[in-house]
């Protein structure tokens, strides 16, 4: 199994910047791909970023692109999510999750950390 636990999360006024982490253990960090979704109450979760194992490779919705930046550490077991810029529309609860190498689907995700951001 492997554990994760998101942090960082809390208010801001727009505009304002935040970053969210996510400790991993449990597991070997490094064969593991990271995704930040996020979920708003009566919306289905959706997919805000992730980064491939090495950290080499990212991606992002295009709704936080040039917003956000994904990131990781791999020697302290931990991925990040910067976000700048923040709108009220990115209020939500942030979940990091991860997806093993030899796999196609995000098998743990984190308990979530709320992110609210005021007009």
């Known amino acids: 199994q492997m554990q994760l636990v998101e942090s960082g999360g809390g208010s801001v006024q727009a505009g304002g910047s935040l970053r969210l982490s996510c400790a991993a253990s449990?597991?070997?960090?490094?064969?593991?791909?990271m995704g930040w979704f996020r979920q708003t109450p009566g919306k289905e979760r959706e997919f805000v970023a992730r980064?491939?194992?090495?950290?080499?490779?990212?991606s992002y919705a295009d709704s936080v692109k040039g917003r956000f930046t994904i990131s990781r550490d791999n020697a302290k077991n931990t991925v990040y999510l910067q976000m700048n810029s923040l709108k009220p529309e990115d209020t939500a609860v942030y979940y990091c999750?991860?997806?093993?190498?030899?796999?196609?689907?995000?098998?743990?995700w984190g308990q979530g950390t709320q992110v609210t951001v005021s007009a």
């Open positions: 999750a991860a997806r093993s190498m030899w796999s196609s689907v995000y098998g743990y």
């Open positions: 449990g597991r070997t960090f490094s064969n593991y791909a």
């Open positions: 980064i491939s194992e090495s950290g080499t490779r990212t």
